[in-house]
């Protein structure tokens, strides 16, 4: 055996117990409960002020004492391993097929949904799960003067994410990467940050766990994703991309994205 085959071999059990060490993180957001819990609202919500002694409507004097506007709401984000509840994977489903399903069917991938469960099933597959809290909501605009009656029943899931603890390369791996299979954020639900949010926190689970970069794919015609991964979220052009081979790939109709979060010491 040569000495380049042994060094390439020491280096995939390096990788792979890192990856192995990372998987077996009960809950990686132990360390990271300061952004697992948002308190939002939209920018041009109304505030809604409590009222003052012997006033009969609402009243939205600067003196008054500011509440928390109706449309204020309450994100939880949890970290769950393989498998997911029926009812979580069978939302996360929805979700997906809502807002990807025309960009599927497409493409030269098409639309299988059959494969996608199977693939949000595997057993190395690991969720952030972002949830509305309705009874905080319930809690909240209880004490407005314009009161908003939610939703009955349990916590909404309104966005996850799916990620993995992989090597670069299946069969000659150089380093450990977060790799990034799915995000999706109900319609309803944007523009208050969950995107960028469960991003920052997956960024930060792959720097603790040791993982060298974070590694997505995404559509080229998805113009709205490569504008948040490429402008707001700092992410480049991956080396592996098909982009960088156009003799080999030039019709694909994916890009590879990454960052980096760690370096090597050696």
């Known amino acids: 055996m040569s000495t380049e085959t042994r060094r390439r071999n020491r280096t995939a059990r390096q990788i792979h117990k890192s990856i192995s060490i990372a998987e077996s993180k009960n809950d990686p957001l132990q360390e990271l409960t300061s952004l697992t819990r948002m308190d939002v609202n939209p920018l041009d919500?109304?505030?809604?002020?409590?009222?003052?002694?012997?006033d009969d409507d609402c009243s939205e004097k600067k003196t008054s004492i500011p509440l928390i506007t109706p449309a204020m709401k309450t994100f939880a984000i949890r970290y769950h391993k393989s498998p997911l509840s029926k009812d979580i994977l069978s939302t996360c489903m929805s979700?997906?097929?809502?807002?990807?399903?025309?960009?599927?069917?497409?493409?030269?991938?098409?639309?299988?949904?059959?494969?996608?469960?199977?693939?949000?099933?595997?057993?190395?597959?690991?969720?952030?799960?972002?949830?509305?809290?309705?009874?905080?909501?319930?809690?909240?605009?209880?004490?407005?003067?314009?009161?908003?009656?939610?939703?009955?029943?349990?916590?909404?899931?309104v966005a996850f994410?799916?990620?993995?603890?992989?090597?670069?390369?299946?069969?000659?791996?150089?380093?450990e990467i977060l790799y990034l299979y799915e995000i999706q954020v109900r319609a309803?639900?944007?523009?208050?940050?969950?995107?960028?949010?469960?991003?920052?926190?997956?960024?930060?689970?792959?720097?603790?766990?040791?993982?060298?970069?974070?590694?997505?794919?995404?559509f080229r015609n998805n113009v709205s994703a490569m504008n948040f991964y490429i402008k707001k979220m700092s992410y480049a052009v991956d080396a592996s991309s098909p982009s960088n081979f156009p003799k080999k790939d030039g019709d694909a109709e994916y890009e590879i994205l990454s960052k980096s979060v760690c370096h090597r010491d050696d």
């Not at 059959?114 to 099933?121: D, P, R, T, V, Y």
């Not at 930060?204 to 794919?217: F, Q």
């Open 161 to 175: 994410c799916h990620f993995r603890f992989e090597p670069d390369n299946e069969y000659h791996p150089t380093e």
């Open 95 to 157: 979700l997906f097929e809502t807002n990807m399903g025309d960009l599927y069917r497409s493409s030269s991938w098409g639309l299988d949904l059959n494969a996608k469960s199977a693939e949000l099933s595997h057993e190395k597959a690991r969720f952030l799960v972002v949830t509305e809290e309705r009874d905080t909501h319930r809690r909240r605009t209880a004490n407005c003067c314009q009161q908003t009656q939610p939703e009955e029943g349990r916590d909404d899931v």
């Open 45 to 54: 919500s109304t505030t809604c002020y409590r009222r003052s002694a012997g």
């Open 188 to 218: 309803s639900s944007r523009g208050y940050g969950l995107g960028r949010r469960l991003m920052t926190i997956l960024e930060h689970v792959a720097m603790r766990s040791g993982m060298r970069r974070v590694v997505l794919t995404v």
